[in-house]
C-alpha cells in the first residue's frame, strides 16, 4: 500500500504558542481514520496541516505528490453554506472545478457528479435548491462534492454534526460504504467517536499531543478508548 502522509514528531503552534504536538503516524491508501479528541484537542488544526493550510512549527510531514489535485475536503457546515443559494446537482458539479482544464461541465462531468449523488443516496434532489433540502440532504450533497474533487483521499470535518442519531449512523455507513468500494482513503474527525468507530478502522487520539494511534479494535480495547467512549455513552 502507498504511504500517503507520514508524520514525525510534528508540532504545530499559533503565535509561538504549541497547540499540538507529539505527532507520529501515517496514513496508507484505503485507511478509514476517526480522529478523536475533546474540543480544543488540536483535531481542526491537524486537518488544516494535512491540508497545508498551515506550516508545522518542528517536525516532519510528508505527503504524497499525488494528494495536490486528488483531495477532497469538507469543511465544517457554516450558516452561510446551509442557505447557499444554487441547486444541489451544481453545488455537486463545483466539487469538479479544481480538476478540469475547460471552462464549462461536459457530460462526462455531470455523470460523475451525479453517479456520486446516487453513491450518497441524493440522486432525486438533484434538481431541488440546496437550501431547500434537509440538514441531512445538505452534508450528503457536501459530501457528493467533495467526492468529485477527490481521486484518492476524502478529508471530512464533523461529517455527521447537527443530524440526529438516526442520520449521522447512515452518513457513517455511507462513508464505510465509499472506502470500500472505491477504496477511497478517508480521514475524518468525529465528535460523535461511540458511532463513528464502528465504521472506521482505525482511530487517532489528540489531546493536544498524540494520545493513541492503532486500529479501532485496539482503541475499543484501551485504557483511553474505554475512557472516552464510556463517557460519550453517559
Known amino acids: ?41 488540536g483535531k481542526s488544526t491537524l486537518v488544516k496541516g494535512l491540508l497545508g493550510l498551515i506550516k508545522p512549527a518542528s517536525g516532519a510531514i510528508k505527503a504524497d505528490k499525488s494528494l495536490r489535485r486528488g483531495t477532497g475536503y469538507l469543511p465544517q ?13 451544481e453545488v455537486v458539479l463545483s466539487g469538479l472545478i479544481g480538476r478540469k482544464k475547460l471552462p464549462f461541465y461536459t457530460r462526462s462531468d455531470k455523470k460523475t457528479a451525479y453517479r456520486n449523488m446516487e453513491r450518497l443516496g441524493i440522486a432525486d434532489a438533484a434538481g431541488r435548491c440546496f437550501g431547500e433540502l434537509s440538514g441531512g440532504q ?22 455527521a454534526a447537527g443530524l440526529d442519531p438516526l442520520a449521522a ?5 455511507l462513508l464505510e460504504n465509499i ?37 479501532a479494535g485496539d482503541y475499543a ?4 478508548g474505554k475512557a472516552f467512549l464510556g463517557k460519550q455513552e453517559q
Not at 457546515?77 to 446537482?89: D, L, S, V
Not at 477511497?184 to 494511534?213: C, E, G, P, Y
Not at 480495547?221 to 483511553?224: A, K, L, R, V
Open 138 to 159: 445538505q452534508r450528503r450533497v457536501l459530501v457528493a462534492r467533495a467526492l468529485c474533487a477527490a481521486e484518492k483521499l476524502l478529508v471530512l470535518d464533523e461529517p
Open 221 to 224: 480495547n484501551s485504557g483511553i
Open 169 to 173: 449512523r447512515e452518513m457513517y455507513s
Open 77 to 89: 457546515q457554516t450558516a452561510a453554506q446551509k442557505n447557499f443559494p444554487a441547486g444541489a446537482e
Open 179 to 215: 472506502n470500500r468500494d472505491m477504496k477511497m482513503t478517508i480521514i475524518m474527525v468525529s465528535h460523535d467517536i461511540a458511532t463513528a468507530v464502528k465504521h472506521a478502522n482505525k482511530v487517532l487520539h489528540l489531546w493536544q499531543k498524540q494520545l493513541f494511534f492503532g486500529s
Open 1 to 41: 500500500m502507498r504511504t500517503l502522509f507520514y508524520c514525525h514528531d510534528l508540532c504545530y503552534a499559533y503565535d509561538d504558542s504549541i497547540v499540538l504536538s507529539g505527532l507520529d503516524f501515517s496514513v496508507v491508501e484505503t485507511d478509514y481514520i476517526c480522529i478523536a479528541g475533546e474540543n480544543g484537542a
